[in-house]
């Protein structure tokens, strides 16, 4: 167990009244990140397919990556010759996609690469913004329950919502996945299958649901990692972060509202078709913001 077990160490980012926080701080998930998604190349083939080509049958060119953490689908988007600006509000995230910018600054495309720390709060802000928005947005890897419901009405993942749809072109592409917040509030745990985290390094997920109300406010994973190599020095196999659920209804009512009733909104299951895939681990929400 880890000595820091039933301590959240978090940095506030915004102000109290927000609660805006980094769970990612401490630095403790950043460094069981790579063991925790597994082989970055693994991870990326499940869906590479899906994304790639949907951002290709719509002439993509420029993508921000509004969640890019360590910063696995950003490579794999600047490997495949998109325009790619990534942004995070966890520095300690970045850490490895600044090293990784830098490590492959002589390949194709890695020295135009932007990298900026962004909150979504502030994003219009804290992001260079293309001429008419960007051609495609993503955020991916279930970014967006991190976001506190902290007056209890959504306002601010509402404010996130409109931000992202602002910075998305007309025409343009907007993905964002979450978890399958209905199962886990169901059946008290996660689908055993994980489209996007299969390393053999996972030990454990403890799942702990924080009910207020009688609603569920808050899902707690606790990550117990294997770490084989000593020479690693990680001194700690633990990490937990914690979730703010929605359902695939709230959440596809959030986005029709902030993109309007003429955007297409598609959603998948584990990037299939809702039907092919009845206990998905994730839902992946597609927009295709109107003209
Ligand atoms: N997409 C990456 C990272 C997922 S981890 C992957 O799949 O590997 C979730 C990321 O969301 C973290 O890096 C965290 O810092 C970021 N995040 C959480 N709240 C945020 C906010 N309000 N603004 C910007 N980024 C945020």
New binding site residues.
């Given amino acids: 167990m880890s000595k820091n077990d039933g301590v959240f160490r978090m940095r506030s980012?915004g102000t109290a009244s927000t609660g805006?926080?980094?769970?990612?701080a401490d630095g403790k998930?950043?460094k069981l990140?790579q063991l925790y998604?597994g082989d970055q190349k693994n991870?990326t083939e499940k869906y590479k397919n899906f994304l790639i080509s949907l951002l290709k049958r719509k002439n993509v060119t420029t993508v921000l990556?509004?969640?890019?953490?360590?910063?696995?689908?950003s490579v794999m988007l600047v490997e495949e010759g998109f325009k790619v600006t990534s942004?995070?509000?966890?520095d300690?995230?970045?850490k490895d996609a600044y090293k990784t910018r830098w490590a492959r600054r002589k390949e194709p495309h890695f020295d135009d690469w932007v990298i900026e720390e962004?909150?979504?709060?502030t994003?219009t802000r804290d992001v260079p913004v293309p001429n008419g928005g960007y051609d495609a947005l993503?955020?991916?890897?279930?970014?967006?329950a991190?976001?506190p419901d902290s007056h209890g009405d959504q306002r601010d993942q509402r404010v996130?919502i409109e931000n992202f749809a602002k910075l998305v072109k007309p025409g343009g592409i907007f993905v964002i996945d979450h978890r399958n917040y209905d199962y886990i509030l169901e059946h008290g745990h996660a689908p055993k299958n994980n489209i996007?985290y299969n390393s053999s390094h996972i030990k454990d997920i403890k799942t702990s649901i924080l009910y207020i109300n009688q609603q569920p406010n808050l899902i707690t994973l606790d990550y117990y990692m294997n770490v084989e190599d000593p020479e690693e020095n990680t001194d700690d196999t633990h990490f937990r972060?914690s979730y703010y659920p929605h359902t695939v209804r709230e959440f596809s009512s959030l986005l029709r509202s902030a993109f309007g009733p003429k955007s297409k909104h598609t959603v998948y299951a584990d990037f299939k078709a809702m039907a092919e895939e009845p206990s998905p681990s994730f839902y992946i929400h597609v927009i295709e913001k109107a003209l």
């Fill in positions: 980012l805006i926080v980094d769970q990612y998930a950043a990140w998604i991870r990556d509004a969640a890019c953490g360590t910063g696995v689908d942004s995070d509000a966890s300690k995230m970045l962004a909150n979504w709060l994003l993503i955020i991916m890897g279930n970014s967006f991190h976001l996130c996007y972060l």
